[in-house]
């Protein structure tokens, strides 16, 4: 079989062998890290936790921390505290000229870069570990295991293992990206919507045995649409749009360069799974708002707490739709893309040099972005679908949403290099046929 033949190929390589147990030590001590419980916390008294992290908007930060979030570990942050500073100085890249000037410095800029990333992230940090142990002491009292309130040596040391967990966790991502496969960060967000995977696929095989009639046929049902919405993900990550480019004939002593006929390859989602990750941030609000101890007795807080609403998909839907339009906007610049076809004798035939080719470029965008946007917004919102349909929580958040365009992109990705050390090697890549496997590409690929 080829995937055996690829396999024994891969164990072949010291180098790429070397970096997959590296990997996977580093997953083995991060998953080992979501079990260990903060000092001072009685685990038999979370259920609560657990309930609350069962459905809404709180299942998805219990998703992407791997289950420590519901488990109160000292990684109950996770990695998007890191995540949530690395868009905001990114952005910054584009507002603040200071930045700007950081972001052309090369390697030494991008150091400076790092290093205010972090600080931001301890920042964020020591604000949302005090929120975490209000919510946790609130849940706690559910359970009849009373907390200490107010500023207090439980409150200062908690915070400082949260921050030092989650901290923990971005050294893992980086040594993951520097000695590993794949982008760390990016992997370690795979790893704890995976490690949610095996439960849910059991519970939801458990229910459906226990209907009467055609329990175990819907079953089968479920996983083959399942496949098919995974399939129709890898065809909005990969999928372009290619713009034919000529270069012109340029002579030089008795020699001539150029005359190929390339193409320009415009991404159908450039912007990958960002919009759905700034839409999610806008609508966290409600719950920021009303505060983790409410109990939502508003209607406005109600409806958009309630991530199977019609409201909140429906707002959800035109958020990801316009931040679609806006972070392509950000990272493709149909200027920049004109002025380098021009000084490299470029040009798009039929369409002038210069401000035409990037009206030209501009327009192509807005008419790829468009659909592109929708079918982002369609899969966000599949999982709401799926409940509608008496899928369970657990098992419907597979179905769409940022879970599976993190896991179709993350695994693109990473076959992707091991495919490239392969190819090195002279060795085959991953099909018989011949055709290679693409990843993302953007700015920031989560």
């Not at 200490?148 to 409150?155: K, L, P, S």
């Not at 966290?284 to 609403?309: E, H, K, L, M, T």
Request: glycine share 10%; net charge positive.
């Amino acid at each position: 079989m080829k995937f055996i033949e690829t396999c024994k190929n891969i164990w072949k390589i010291e180098d790429l062998r070397n970096r997959l147990l590296t990997t996977l030590l580093f997953v083995l001590i991060y998953r080992f890290g979501s079990f260990i419980v903060l000092p001072g916390i009685d685990p038999t008294a979370l259920t609560a936790l657990h309930s609350q992290t069962a459905g809404g908007l709180m299942a998805l930060l219990d998703m992407f921390s791997g289950g420590a979030f519901s488990n109160a570990s000292i990684f109950a942050l996770g990695i998007m505290p890191y995540i949530s500073a690395s868009i905001v100085i990114q952005l910054l890249t584009i507002a603040v000229p200071y930045f700007q000037k950081m972001q052309k410095e090369g390697e030494s800029g991008r150091q400076k870069m790092n290093q205010i990333t972090r600080y931001l992230t301890v920042a964020i940090l020591l604000f949302q570990g005090p929120s975490y142990l209000v919510n946790l002491r609130v849940q706690m009292a559910q359970a009849g295991q009373m907390l200490e309130v107010g500023f207090n040596w439980f409150t200062i040391s908690s915070t400082i293992l949260l921050c030092a967990g989650s901290m923990f966790v971005m050294w893992l991502g980086e040594r993951i990206t520097d000695r590993g496969v794949g982008n760390g960060i990016s992997f370690i967000i795979l790893i704890g919507i995976v490690a949610r995977f095996p439960s849910a696929v059991i519970q939801e095989f458990s229910s459906r045995l226990n209907e009467a009639g055609g329990g175990l046929m819907v079953f089968i049902v479920e996983i083959v649409i399942l496949i098919l919405v995974f399939a129709f993900a890898i065809l909005l990550v990969q999928g372009t749009r290619r713009i034919p480019v000529q270069y012109a004939k340029r002579i030089q002593g008795n020699k001539q360069y150029g005359g190929v006929r390339q193409y320009i390859p415009l991404k159908v989602n450039a912007a990958n799974v960002m919009p759905i990750i700034f839409a999610q941030a806008i609508m966290f609000i409600p719950i920021a708002i009303a505060g983790f101890s409410s109990d939502g007795s508003g209607a406005f807080v109600r409806a958009f707490s309630d991530n199977n609403g019609f409201w909140y998909n429906l707002v959800f839907a035109i958020l990801i739709i316009a931040f679609t339009y806006f972070y392509t906007a950000i990272i493709i610049n149909p200027v920049q893309m004109a002025e380098n076809l021009k000084l490299n004798n470029g040009f798009i035939p039929g369409v002038k040099p210069g401000k035409k080719t990037a009206e030209y470029i501009d327009s192509i965008m807005s008419r790829i972005t468009l659909p592109g946007s929708i079918l982002l917004a369609i899969i966000a919102i599949l999982p709401a679908f799926a409940r509608l349909f008496g899928v369970s929580m657990g098992f419907a958040q597979f179905f769409g949403g940022t879970s599976l365009l993190i896991m179709v992109g993350v695994i693109l990705d990473t076959l992707q290099q091991i495919e490239s050390h392969l190819l090195m090697r002279h060795y085959d890549g991953f099909f018989e046929s011949g055709m290679r496997i693409k990843g993302r590409s953007g700015a920031m690929a989560y």
